[in-house]
């Protein structure tokens, strides 16, 4: 069993960044991919993008201009920066881990971000 | 994009009595290396997605058997034999064969 867990800032001001990190038990190995996804209230799910082991990212087109992902295998955490956050932004954010050729296996509990001055 | 279309969005059942949701895909979700990466997670209420199908048709570790996923190219199926009171929640199918990553709008089961 693996287990992820969210942590960072629940309240961000609009036009400010919002900060996230993901810590993950285990190793991080060529097989993993670590995502974030979110949700918004009462809505579905939206991929935002992963960072690969080797430090390759990919991010969805819709939000790439504003995101960035970093990893940090040493503390076996990954992080989420997202600039100019808006209302549009509130959701409960997840992270999760893929596993190449196979899928997103496992999720974190997910942490709400709401936007508001 | 790939635009994953769910129907129903939302489906009563009776306890004991089997449910089925289909995800049609915009594109073939088949992949170069012949593999279909279409997975169907349950989101219970206020809790994270869980996954129950991965590649098309193969639950996930301690999932029961009453789950069972199918379907091909764009058009796909997940069953459940015998709706249990646990199995209340959204659905989702998600696909991973072509960046980005989509969802389907989510479909909900609630009991009768």
């Known amino acids: 069993q693996v287990h992820l867990q969210e942590s960072g800032s629940g309240l961000v001001k609009p036009s400010e960044t919002l900060s996230l990190i993901c810590t993950f038990s285990?190793?991080?190995?060529?097989?993993?991919?670590w995502n974030w996804v979110r949700q918004p209230p009462g809505k579905g799910l939206e991929w935002i993008g992963y960072i690969h082991n080797s430090g390759r990212t990919n991010y969805n087109p819709s939000l790439k201009s504003r995101v960035t992902m970093s990893l940090d295998t040493s503390k076996n955490q990954f992080s989420l920066k997202m600039s100019s956050m808006t209302a549009a932004d509130t959701a409960v954010y997840y992270c999760a881990r893929l596993i190449y050729a196979v899928s997103i296996d496992f999720w974190g509990r997910g942490t709400m971000v709401t936007v508001s001055s | 994009d790939v635009v994953l279309t769910q129907t129903p969005l939302s489906s009563p059942v009776t306890l004991g009595q089997p449910a089925s949701i289909s995800c049609r895909s915009s594109q073939s979700l088949l992949h170069s290396d012949g593999n279909t990466y279409l997975s169907w997670l349950q989101q219970r209420p206020g809790q994270p997605p869980r996954l129950l199908i991965y590649k098309l048709s193969h639950r996930f570790s301690g999932v029961p058997d009453r789950f069972s996923g199918s379907g091909a190219g764009t058009d796909f199926t997940l069953s459940i034999s015998r709706v249990e009171a646990e199995d209340v929640g959204i659905y989702y199918c998600t696909q991973a064969s072509q960046l980005p990553y989509t969802f389907g709008q989510g479909t909900k089961l609630e009991i009768k």
């Open positions: 285990g190793d991080s190995i060529d097989t993993y991919y």
